[in-house]
Protein backbone atom coordinates (compact mmCIF):
# COMPACT_ATOMS: atom_id res chain seq x y z
CA UNK A 1 0.00 0.00 0.00
CA UNK A 2 1.29 3.86 -1.10
CA UNK A 3 1.66 5.56 2.13
CA UNK A 4 1.83 9.46 1.43
CA UNK A 5 5.19 11.15 1.96
CA UNK A 6 3.61 14.40 3.41
CA UNK A 7 4.23 14.88 7.94
CA UNK A 8 1.34 15.19 9.44
CA UNK A 9 -0.05 17.22 12.41
CA UNK A 10 -1.61 16.37 16.00
CA UNK A 11 -2.35 19.25 17.62
CA UNK A 12 -2.87 19.51 21.36
CA UNK A 13 -6.60 19.83 20.77
CA UNK A 14 -6.84 16.37 19.87
CA UNK A 15 -3.50 15.16 22.34
CA UNK A 16 -5.39 15.99 25.42
CA UNK A 17 -8.79 16.17 24.85
CA UNK A 18 -10.58 13.73 27.77
CA UNK A 19 -12.90 12.25 24.73
CA UNK A 20 -10.47 10.84 23.38
CA UNK A 21 -8.18 9.39 26.38
CA UNK A 22 -8.95 5.88 25.73
CA UNK A 23 -9.02 6.67 22.14
CA UNK A 24 -5.04 6.36 21.22
CA UNK A 25 -6.25 5.07 17.49
CA UNK A 26 -8.43 8.07 16.81
CA UNK A 27 -5.79 10.04 17.45
CA UNK A 28 -3.54 8.51 14.72
CA UNK A 29 -6.10 8.28 12.71
CA UNK A 30 -6.74 12.05 12.66
CA UNK A 31 -3.23 12.35 12.11
CA UNK A 32 -3.22 10.21 9.02
CA UNK A 33 -5.74 12.45 7.49
CA UNK A 34 -3.66 15.76 8.17
CA UNK A 35 -1.07 13.42 6.19
CA UNK A 36 -3.77 12.96 3.08
CA UNK A 37 -5.19 16.72 3.68
CA UNK A 38 -2.13 18.54 2.57
CA UNK A 39 -2.03 18.39 -0.97
CA UNK A 40 -5.61 19.54 -1.63
CA UNK A 41 -6.87 20.93 2.26
CA UNK A 42 -8.83 17.35 2.20
CA UNK A 43 -8.81 13.98 2.52
CA UNK A 44 -10.56 11.23 0.26
CA UNK A 45 -9.91 7.84 1.42
CA UNK A 46 -11.94 5.46 2.17
CA UNK A 47 -13.16 3.37 5.10
CA UNK A 48 -11.79 0.27 3.46
CA UNK A 49 -8.31 1.91 2.96
CA UNK A 50 -7.83 3.09 6.63
CA UNK A 51 -8.94 -0.67 7.64
CA UNK A 52 -6.84 -1.89 5.70
CA UNK A 53 -3.68 0.47 6.63
CA UNK A 54 -4.00 -0.14 10.40
CA UNK A 55 -5.41 -3.46 10.13
CA UNK A 56 -8.89 -2.67 11.71
CA UNK A 57 -12.55 -4.01 10.74
CA UNK A 58 -14.24 -1.32 8.18
CA UNK A 59 -16.82 -0.60 11.17
CA UNK A 60 -14.63 -0.20 13.65
CA UNK A 61 -13.10 2.64 11.36
CA UNK A 62 -16.13 4.10 10.68
CA UNK A 63 -16.93 4.77 14.41
CA UNK A 64 -13.59 6.45 14.69
CA UNK A 65 -14.51 9.03 12.15
CA UNK A 66 -17.50 9.51 13.78
CA UNK A 67 -16.07 10.16 16.77
CA UNK A 68 -13.67 12.37 15.68
CA UNK A 69 -16.44 14.28 13.95
CA UNK A 70 -18.72 14.47 16.99
CA UNK A 71 -15.57 16.09 18.70
CA UNK A 72 -15.36 18.62 16.28
CA UNK A 73 -11.79 17.55 14.52
CA UNK A 74 -13.31 16.28 11.51
CA UNK A 75 -15.44 17.86 9.04
CA UNK A 76 -17.15 15.47 6.51
CA UNK A 77 -18.79 16.51 2.94
CA UNK A 78 -20.36 13.86 0.82
CA UNK A 79 -20.16 14.88 -3.10
CA UNK A 80 -23.15 13.66 -4.94
CA UNK A 81 -23.98 12.76 -8.91
CA UNK A 82 -27.73 13.18 -7.80
CA UNK A 83 -28.57 10.74 -4.99
CA UNK A 84 -25.34 8.78 -6.23
CA UNK A 85 -22.41 9.88 -3.62
CA UNK A 86 -19.07 10.28 -5.89
CA UNK A 87 -16.31 10.66 -3.19
CA UNK A 88 -16.27 11.46 0.93
CA UNK A 89 -14.22 14.27 1.28
CA UNK A 90 -12.83 14.45 5.32
CA UNK A 91 -11.45 17.84 6.66
CA UNK A 92 -9.37 18.02 9.67
CA UNK A 93 -10.34 20.77 12.01
CA UNK A 94 -7.72 21.40 14.40
CA UNK A 95 -9.76 24.22 16.08
CA UNK A 96 -13.12 23.10 16.75
CA UNK A 97 -15.93 25.10 16.28
CA UNK A 98 -18.79 26.23 18.79
CA UNK A 99 -16.89 24.17 21.14
CA UNK A 100 -15.94 25.68 24.79
CA UNK A 101 -12.44 24.73 24.60
CA UNK A 102 -12.30 25.36 28.68
CA UNK A 103 -14.55 22.58 29.46
CA UNK A 104 -12.36 20.12 28.29
CA UNK A 105 -8.69 20.92 28.03
CA UNK A 106 -8.49 22.39 31.92
CA UNK A 107 -7.09 19.06 32.64
CA UNK A 108 -4.36 16.73 30.61
CA UNK A 109 -3.76 13.08 30.75
CA UNK A 110 -2.91 11.85 34.28
CA UNK A 111 0.72 13.20 35.43
CA UNK A 112 0.88 15.83 32.73
CA UNK A 113 0.52 19.61 33.97
CA UNK A 114 -3.22 20.24 34.47
CA UNK A 115 -2.13 23.69 34.37
CA UNK A 116 -1.40 23.98 30.64
CA UNK A 117 -3.84 25.50 28.55
CA UNK A 118 -4.31 24.26 24.90
CA UNK A 119 -2.05 26.43 22.04
CA UNK A 120 -5.27 26.59 19.61
CA UNK A 121 -8.28 28.50 21.15
CA UNK A 122 -11.44 29.66 18.66
CA UNK A 123 -11.39 32.40 20.43
CA UNK A 124 -7.88 34.47 20.28
CA UNK A 125 -8.93 37.22 23.23
CA UNK A 126 -9.56 33.94 25.44
CA UNK A 127 -5.80 32.59 24.77
CA UNK A 128 -3.67 35.54 25.25
CA UNK A 129 -2.83 35.42 29.14
CA UNK A 130 -0.13 32.99 28.26
CA UNK A 131 1.92 35.82 26.64
CA UNK A 132 4.27 37.92 28.84
CA UNK A 133 3.75 41.07 27.36
CA UNK A 134 1.06 43.85 28.56
CA UNK A 135 1.34 46.26 25.90
CA UNK A 136 0.55 43.33 23.15
CA UNK A 137 -2.18 41.50 25.64
CA UNK A 138 -4.08 45.20 25.66
CA UNK A 139 -3.78 45.13 21.94
CA UNK A 140 -5.02 41.73 21.28
CA UNK A 141 -7.62 41.84 23.71
CA UNK A 142 -9.18 44.89 22.32
CA UNK A 143 -9.53 42.91 18.93
CA UNK A 144 -12.75 43.33 16.76
CA UNK A 145 -11.73 39.90 15.04
CA UNK A 146 -11.58 35.90 16.45
CA UNK A 147 -9.93 33.32 14.96
CA UNK A 148 -13.13 32.05 13.82
CA UNK A 149 -13.32 35.36 11.45
CA UNK A 150 -9.79 34.35 9.98
CA UNK A 151 -10.61 31.15 9.50
CA UNK A 152 -13.97 31.80 7.98
CA UNK A 153 -12.58 34.06 5.63
CA UNK A 154 -9.82 31.84 4.41
CA UNK A 155 -12.58 29.12 3.99
CA UNK A 156 -15.36 31.95 1.94
CA UNK A 157 -12.27 32.93 -0.33
CA UNK A 158 -9.74 29.86 -1.17
CA UNK A 159 -11.84 26.78 0.47
CA UNK A 160 -11.13 24.94 3.22
CA UNK A 161 -7.27 25.44 4.70
CA UNK A 162 -5.72 22.12 5.24
CA UNK A 163 -3.52 20.96 7.76
CA UNK A 164 -0.45 23.47 7.16
CA UNK A 165 -2.78 26.67 6.94
CA UNK A 166 -4.18 25.69 9.40
CA UNK A 167 -1.34 25.15 11.55
CA UNK A 168 0.06 28.33 10.18
CA UNK A 169 -3.21 30.72 10.36
CA UNK A 170 -3.10 29.26 14.67
CA UNK A 171 0.48 30.67 14.82
CA UNK A 172 -0.74 33.75 13.20
CA UNK A 173 -3.69 34.30 15.44
CA UNK A 174 -1.60 34.29 17.80
CA UNK A 175 1.17 36.42 17.30
CA UNK A 176 0.13 39.16 15.57
CA UNK A 177 -3.84 39.13 16.34
CA UNK A 178 -6.85 38.11 14.57
CA UNK A 179 -7.12 42.11 13.32
CA UNK A 180 -3.57 42.49 11.32
CA UNK A 181 -4.54 38.36 10.08
CA UNK A 182 -7.73 39.53 8.93
CA UNK A 183 -6.03 42.55 7.43
CA UNK A 184 -3.76 40.26 5.23
CA UNK A 185 -5.72 37.80 4.10
CA UNK A 186 -8.09 40.89 2.88
CA UNK A 187 -5.03 42.75 1.45
CA UNK A 188 -3.53 39.23 -0.57
CA UNK A 189 -7.35 39.07 -1.77
CA UNK A 190 -7.21 42.36 -3.47
CA UNK A 191 -4.41 41.30 -4.80
CA UNK A 192 -5.81 38.27 -6.61
CA UNK A 193 -3.48 36.07 -4.79
CA UNK A 194 -5.22 32.29 -5.27
CA UNK A 195 -5.50 29.68 -3.20
CA UNK A 196 -2.32 27.86 -3.65
CA UNK A 197 -0.03 30.74 -3.05
CA UNK A 198 -1.72 32.28 -0.49
CA UNK A 199 -0.26 30.78 2.62
CA UNK A 200 2.87 31.23 1.02
CA UNK A 201 2.14 34.85 0.71
CA UNK A 202 0.60 35.38 4.01
CA UNK A 203 3.96 34.07 5.70
CA UNK A 204 6.21 36.30 3.38
CA UNK A 205 3.72 39.18 4.72
CA UNK A 206 4.82 38.64 8.48
CA UNK A 207 8.40 38.21 7.82
CA UNK A 208 7.86 41.91 6.00
CA UNK A 209 5.87 42.93 9.26
CA UNK A 210 8.97 41.10 12.21
CA UNK A 211 11.47 43.24 9.73
CA UNK A 212 10.01 46.71 9.89
CA UNK A 213 8.16 45.44 13.78
CA UNK A 214 4.76 46.47 12.34
CA UNK A 215 2.37 44.92 14.80
CA UNK A 216 -0.92 46.69 14.02
CA UNK A 217 -3.41 47.00 11.37
CA UNK A 218 -2.51 51.25 11.74
CA UNK A 219 1.19 50.40 10.83
CA UNK A 220 0.63 48.09 7.76
CA UNK A 221 -1.69 50.48 6.43
CA UNK A 222 0.71 53.24 6.81
CA UNK A 223 3.37 50.80 4.73
CA UNK A 224 1.49 50.37 2.45
CA UNK A 225 0.55 53.60 1.66
CA UNK A 226 3.81 54.68 2.17
CA UNK A 227 4.82 52.05 -0.73
CA UNK A 228 2.17 53.28 -2.85
CA UNK A 229 2.94 56.84 -2.88
CA UNK A 230 7.04 55.97 -3.30
CA UNK A 231 6.10 53.70 -6.77
CA UNK A 232 3.70 56.35 -8.00
CA UNK A 233 6.42 59.22 -7.21
CA UNK A 234 8.75 57.21 -9.32
CA UNK A 235 6.57 56.58 -12.06
CA UNK A 236 5.66 59.83 -12.51
CA UNK A 237 9.45 61.37 -12.43
CA UNK A 238 9.79 58.91 -15.17
CA UNK A 239 7.35 61.02 -16.98
CA UNK A 240 4.46 58.62 -17.43
CA UNK A 241 6.49 57.63 -20.43
CA UNK A 242 6.43 54.08 -19.30
CA UNK A 243 3.12 51.60 -18.51
CA UNK A 244 2.70 51.25 -14.70
CA UNK A 245 4.13 48.24 -13.69
CA UNK A 246 2.49 45.76 -10.90
CA UNK A 247 5.02 45.84 -7.67
CA UNK A 248 4.62 42.85 -5.37
CA UNK A 249 4.57 45.35 -1.23
CA UNK A 250 6.24 41.94 0.09
CA UNK A 251 9.18 41.14 -2.50
CA UNK A 252 8.97 45.36 -3.05
CA UNK A 253 10.62 44.90 -6.31
CA UNK A 254 9.12 45.04 -9.98
CA UNK A 255 7.51 42.90 -12.41
CA UNK A 256 7.10 44.40 -15.62
CA UNK A 257 3.65 43.67 -17.56
CA UNK A 258 3.33 40.71 -19.66
CA UNK A 259 4.73 41.76 -23.41
CA UNK A 260 7.15 45.00 -21.82
CA UNK A 261 10.39 45.40 -22.15
CA UNK A 262 12.55 47.38 -20.22
Avoid at 36 to 50: D, E, P, R, V
Avoid at 63 to 73: A, F, Q, R
Avoid at 164 to 184: C, N, P, R, S
Amino acid sequence: MEHPSYYSILTANVRYDPRLKNHADCKVLYSEITALSNKYGYCHATNKYFAKLYDRPVPTISKWINLLKNCGYLKVVMIKDGKQIKERRIYPVSTPINVDVNTYLGKREEGINGNVKSPINVDVKENITSINNTSKNNMLNDARHTFRDVHNLWESNWGFPNGIAEQDLTEWTKKYGADLVMHVITYALRRNINSKGADRYLARTFEQYDKQSIKTVEQAERSEKQHEQQMSREYQSMGGRRRPVHVDPVKKDYTPPKGFDR
